[in-house]
């Protein structure tokens, strides 16, 4: 059973290599449309046309606000993190694009969405220390052979030419994917979920995720960096699940 697992393991770690090996050589083309691409994985068209993140809206959860005033919600139980940096509101096709490279390793769309986000930092005012993806546990990291925060993470972070951290930030259990669960129970499936193996003290911190749905994730992994000093957290995601 042990070598079997560990059989499928290095078959993943393979596959995503093998991934990010085409990504890079192979001509570039529109992941929407097919047409040529150039070094983008989205054409201009295309690109144009993902959805943007409604204006007004809150500074910390990013939701539709009258005056881009804090909404109700966050005014009765502020997050853990300080601000939210989102390229677009997660709705087609922008959720097709985020499952292509979390489950087909399409590691272009790291590489574009990471630059893209550390275009915005300008909005952070003050400057970030490190930049710290949210991890994975073991057990999912070996299933899939990457992460896809890490991915963009890692170009987020050479092209500021910031400290990029994938170490200090850990998993401590598996956890149910939160997607399965409602909106009550994800606070819940996260506890003690996330530990810190650094001391942050008075660090500006960028915590770096693919998509913020209820911020249940993200408040757990910056509530444990600030306990290990962080000043601030930030957060930068490529899109943000909106209510209705």
Not at 17 to 45: F, K, N
Not at 233 to 244: E, F, I, K, M, Q
């Amino acid at each position: 059973m042990g070598k079997s697992i560990l059989t499928r393991q290095l078959k993943r770690r393979f596959q995503a290599l093998g991934a990010r090996w085409l990504d890079a050589c192979l001509p570039s083309t529109c992941l929407l449309c097919g047409a040529p691409g150039a070094t983008e994985p989205l054409c201009p068209a295309c690109a144009a046309e993902l959805p943007a993140l409604p204006a007004p809206h809150c500074p910390l959860c990013l939701n539709p606000t009258p005056y881009g005033e804090r909404c109700g919600a966050c005014l009765q139980q502020p997050p853990r993190f300080d601000h939210v940096i989102a390229l677009y509101a997660y709705a087609f096709p922008v959720d097709r694009l985020v499952h292509q490279l979390k489950y087909a390793a399409r590691f272009s769309l790291a590489r574009h969405w990471g630059m893209a986000l550390a275009a915005r930092l300008d909005s952070l005012g003050t400057p970030v220390s490190r930049v710290m993806p949210v991890p994975l546990h073991h057990e999912r990291l070996a299933e899939r052979g990457y992460n896809q925060s890490l991915e963009i993470a890692r170009r987020l972070a050479s092209t500021l030419d910031l400290r990029l951290d994938y170490q200090n930030l850990v998993k401590t259990h598996a956890t149910r994917p939160q997607a399965e669960l409602p909106l009550a129970a994800r606070q819940r499936n996260l506890q003690d979920a996330f530990a810190c193996l650094a001391d942050l003290e008075g660090e500006h911190v960028l915590l770096v995720d693919d998509v913020l749905t209820s911020g249940a994730t993200l408040d757990a992994a910056a509530r444990v960096l600030k306990q290990h000093g962080a000043r601030a957290v930030s957060v930068c995601v490529v899109a943000r699940t909106l209510r209705h």
